[in-house]
T-cell receptor, first 112, second 111 residues
Framework: GIQVEQSPPDLILQEGANSTLRCNFSDSVNNLQWFHQNPWGQLINLFYIPSGTKQNGRLSATTVATERYSLLYISSSQTTDSGVYFCAVPHPTQGGSEKLVFGKGTKLTVNP | DTAVSQTPKYLVTQMGNDKSIKCEQNLGHDTMYWYKQDSKKFLKIMFSYNNKELIINETVPNRFSPKSPDKAHLNLHINSLELGDSAVYFC??????????FGEGSWLTVV
């Protein structure tokens, strides 16, 4: 099956710093999603980004499908950005549908 | 209004018991899912339903049985609970293969 690898596994920042999270995937995909799981466990979708670049406030994401990676940029980080960031890609199933395969996540801690 | 809601949020139960987790979405989506997140935060799909039809059934013990009475609901029933079933169970929904929206999770602890 498809492999999804995220790096770094852990990241500690001071408030105000910028960061880049990476997601590599082993097979061609037709879309990619980024999620943030906050310290209370809520999973929130950030981006649906099959290719190109999207921005939403201090966050932006870029997917280069031909090179099988995606990057999530967080600028001017805040303590509320803490949590685990997951990327997920679709993978076909035997029944002809698709399932999302998640990476293991990057745990981000932003200190005040 | 909560888009994907699941109940209960917390569940502590003894080994051998049977329990259910309910999920409802008000987004008008046609596809619903159950995901399991283990203690290492790894998220893995368990089941998926499209228009009430089971389309994904991963390698899950048959003690787990999903039921979708209609497009807006997907419940998860677990028989003969085991210690290893302790995890966070997330319900989710999407419109076909588009952006997926998760519920707040149900923390299951089996003692």
């Amino acid at each position: 099956g498809i492999q999804v690898e995220q790096s770094p596994p852990d990241l500690i920042l001071q408030e105000g710093a910028n960061s880049t999270l990476r997601c590599n995937f082993s097979d061609s995909v037709n879309n990619l999603q980024w999620f943030h799981q906050n310290p209370w466990g809520q999973l929130i979708n950030l981006f649906y980004i099959p290719s190109g670049t999207k921005q939403n406030g201090r966050l932006s994401a870029t997917t280069v499908a031909t090179e099988r990676y995606s990057l999530l940029y967080i600028s001017s980080s805040q303590t509320t950005d803490s949590g685990v960031y997951f990327c997920a890609v679709p993978h076909p199933t035997q029944g002809g549908s698709e399932k999302l395969v998640f990476g293991k996540g990057t745990k981000l801690t932003v200190n005040p | 209004d909560t888009a994907v809601s699941q109940t209960p949020k917390y569940l502590v139960t003894q080994m051998g018991n049977d329990k259910s987790i309910k999920c409802e979405q008000n987004l008008g989506h046609d596809t619903m899912y159950w995901y399991k997140q283990d203690s290492k935060k790894f998220l893995k799909i368990m089941f998926s339903y499209n228009n009430k039809e089971l389309i994904i059934n991963e390698t899950v013990p048959n003690r787990f049985s999903p039921k979708s009475p209609d497009k807006a609901h997907l419940n998860l029933h677990i028989n003969s609970l085991e210690l290893g079933d302790s995890a966070v169970y997330f319900c989710a929904s999407s419109h076909s293969r588009n952006t997926i929206y998760f519920g707040e999770g149900s923390w299951l602890t089996v003692v």
